[in-house]
């Protein structure tokens, strides 16, 4: 009870920044945290007063960047602040024709701005012969399911490393180029995903070994029960 008190009126000693490090990059840094982790958003906050701080107003202001999924802010018996930081992280890069206006997309169709500090390797999406794709599109009904392809092959290691570049026909049909082998994948509406990728894992298995990478130049899993190779 006693340290409790002494806690609560000591003036701030540290601050404390911990960025997870869930993916093995940083999308902000330790300095942008501490930055933020001020008073009015000038004054440092190493001696402050308690009464002084308000730790939800720091939460929040950390929460509005743009990299930080979530954030926590509390004080420990030695007085210092701590923050605790969760990073937002990028699921695609929507490509534009001018590569200054592209910019990463999330896991919830958000826009997020591209970082100083690393390049995401994900994969690029762009749409063929139309408007440039924005944010907003991966919001609506529809959209929403081409969200889902993207979180599909975020969450899949395999198609992660193997998915080069999607694209987005004016029809609305999805393709792409992959890592290895030159054939492009047609893959139709963003319908039915995980069936269309187990039969293009079907083809991996069965006709690269027995014929070559570069026999066929386009594969096609877009109906149902067929694989049309060409």
């Known amino acids: 009870m006693f340290a409790g008190v002494r806690q609560a009126h000591r003036p701030v000693g540290g601050v404390i920044v911990r960025i997870s490090n869930e993916f093995n990059n940083f999308f902000i840094s330790e300095r942008e945290v501490t930055s933020l982790l001020t008073r009015q958003g000038r004054d440092r906050l190493e001696g402050t007063d308690p009464s002084e701080l308000n730790l939800k107003s720091l939460e929040a202001r950390l929460k509005a960047h743009s990299f930080v999924k979530d954030a926590q802010v509390y004080r420990d018996l030695s007085g210092n602040l701590h923050a605790d930081v969760r990073q937002n992280r990028p699921i695609a890069r929507l490509v534009h024709s001018d590569s200054?206006?592209?910019?990463y997309l999330d896991a919830a169709g958000e826009k997020l701005p591209l970082s100083p500090l690393f390049t995401a390797r994900?994969?690029?999406?762009?749409?063929?012969?139309?408007?440039?794709?924005?944010?907003?599109?991966f919001q609506d009904s529809t959209g929403r399911a081409?969200?889902?392809?993207?979180?599909?092959?975020d969450e899949k290691p395999f198609w992660r490393a193997q998915v080069a570049e999607v694209f987005i026909s004016p029809n609305g049909k999805l393709s792409f180029t992959?890592?290895?082998?030159?054939?492009?994948?047609?893959f139709g509406f963003p319908e039915n995903i995980?069936?269309?990728?187990?039969?293009?894992?079907?083809?991996?298995?069965?006709?690269?070994?027995?014929?070559g990478w570069d026999t066929y130049h386009r594969v096609n899993v877009e109906f149902k029960d067929q694989i049309i190779c060409e």
Not at 100 to 103: H, L, S, T
Not at 197 to 210: E, H, S
Request: net charge positive; proline share 7%.
């Open 146 to 153: 081409y969200l889902e392809f993207l979180r599909y092959i």
């Open 100 to 103: 200054r206006q592209d910019f």
């Open 178 to 186: 992959q890592q290895v082998g030159d054939q492009r994948v047609e």
């Open 194 to 211: 995980s069936e269309k990728f187990a039969k293009l894992m079907v083809f991996y298995r069965q006709i690269p070994p027995v014929l």
């Open 122 to 137: 994900v994969v690029p999406i762009a749409r063929q012969g139309g408007q440039p794709l924005t944010a907003a599109f």
